[in-house]
C-alpha cells in the first residue's frame, strides 16, 4: 500500500484564504517589511514569493534590497528605522546573509514584538518554554500539515533529522510542545537508520538530498520532508528518498508542493498575529 501524499498546495491555499479573512476584517492593513541583503538567487525567489502572497492577502508588503557589499551598521540602522515606523508590524531579513554581517547581531535588533521568524533570542526562549509566542513560518507549517492529516503527534515517538535554528530545533520544541516524544538526530548521530526505523513521525531538515531511504522507515509513518535541494539536472529534490519512502509510509510530503508553500502561508499568519497583538486586537498566539 502506498503513502498518502500530503497536498501542502492546498493545505497553504486555505491557510491564505483565511488569513485573508482575518485581514479584510481589520480596520488597517498590517504591514510587511522583508529585507534582502545581496543577489542569492534562491533568496530573490524565495523573497519575491513572500512579497508577492503577502499583497494577495491583503497585507501590505514592501520588500528593501540592499547590495551584496552593505555594511553591517547600514544594515542595522535599516532595522532601527523598520522596528521605529509604526505602519511596520512584522520585520523578516531573508537569511544566509553576506559574510561581512553577523547574522546573530542583526536578529538581536530586530524589535521582539516585530519578529516575524520567532529569530530573536527572547522569542527563541519563550517557544523552549512552551510559552506562547510567534513560532518560527517552516516548523509552524510542519505542524499544520500534521494537523490537517489528522496526525496527533502526542505520545508519539518524533525525530528530526537536522539541529538548524531555522528549522530542526523550532520544530522539536513545537513538537515537545504537543507532546511527543522527540529525537533530533544531527551529522554526529551514531545510528540514523535505528533512529528513523524508531521514528512515528519523522521530519527531514539536513539539505543532503534522498539522505533517508525508504528501507530506514517503519510501515505507516508521517513524513515530513523540508530539505529543498538542487539536483545536478536541474531538479528539485527533497532529504527523503520519494519513491522509496512512499511505499513505507503512512502519509509523505512530496517536494516541491509540501513544506515550502506553508512556510509562506505562515509566515503571512505570523504577521496578522503580530498586527494584532501590536495594534490592540490581540488574540492569543
Ligand atoms: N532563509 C531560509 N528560510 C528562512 C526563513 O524562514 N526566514 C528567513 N528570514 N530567512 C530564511
Given at each position: ?37 545581496g ?54 531579513v ?23 521568524d520567532?529569530?530573536h ?26 494537523g ?12 528530526v ?22 529525537t ?25 538530498a534522498g539522505?533517508?531511504r ?14 529543498i ?12 528518498d520519494?519513491?522509496?519512502a ?40
Amino acid at each position: 500500500m502506498g503513502a498518502t501524499i500530503i497536498d501542502g498546495r492546498a493545505i497553504a491555499a486555505r491557510l491564505r484564504a483565511r488569513v485573508a479573512e482575518r485581514v479584510s476584517a481589520l480596520p488597517y492593513k498590517p504591514g510587511l517589511a522583508v529585507v534582502l541583503v545581496g543577489e542569492d538567487p534562491a533568496s530573490a525567489i524565495y523573497v519575491r514569493n513572500k512579497d508577492r502572497a503577502a499583497t494577495q492577502t491583503g497585507i501590505s508588503a514592501q520588500t528593501i534590497r540592499l547590495g551584496p557589499n552593505t555594511p553591517e551598521a547600514d544594515l542595522l540602522r535599516e532595522v532601527a528605522r523598520l522596528n521605529a515606523d509604526p505602519a511596520v508590524d512584522a520585520i523578516l531579513v531573508q537569511l544566509p546573509l553576506p559574510g561581512q554581517i553577523r547574522a546573530r547581531t542583526i536578529l538581536e535588533a530586530i524589535d521582539p514584538a516585530k519578529d516575524v521568524d520567532g529569530f530573536h533570542p527572547l522569542n527563541v526562549g519563550r517557544l523552549a518554554d512552551g510559552l506562547p509566542t510567534v513560532a518560527p513560518c517552516t516548523p509552524r507549517g510542519v505542524m499544520k500539515l500534521l494537523g490537517a492529516c489528522g496526525i496527533d503527534p502526542a505520545g508519539k515517538r518524533a525525530l528530526v533529522v537536522g539541529r538548524s535554528a531555522i528549522v530542526g530545533k523550532p520544530t522539536g520544541a513545537l513538537l515537545l510542545a504537543a507532546d511527543a516524544t522527540v529525537t533530533i538526530a544531527h551529522s554526529h548521530t551514531r545510528d540514523l537508520p535505528a533512529e528513523c526505523q524508531r521514528a512515528e513521525i519523522l521530519i527531514a531538515a539536513v539539505g543532503r538530498a534522498g539522505l533517508i531511504r525508504g528501507d530506514w522507515l517503519s510501515p505507516g509513518v508521517a513524513v515530513i520532508d523540508v530539505g529543498i535541494n538542487r539536483l545536478p539536472d536541474g531538479r528539485l529534490a527533497g532529504d527523503v528518498d520519494f519513491d522509496g519512502a512512499a511505499k513505507v509510509a503512512g502519509w509523505i510530503t512530496p517536494v516541491p508542493g509540501g513544506v515550502g508553500p506553508m512556510t509562506i502561508a505562515c509566515l503571512l499568519e505570523n504577521t496578522v498575529d503580530l498586527a494584532e497583538q501590536r495594534r490592540g486586537r490581540s488574540r492569543s498566539l
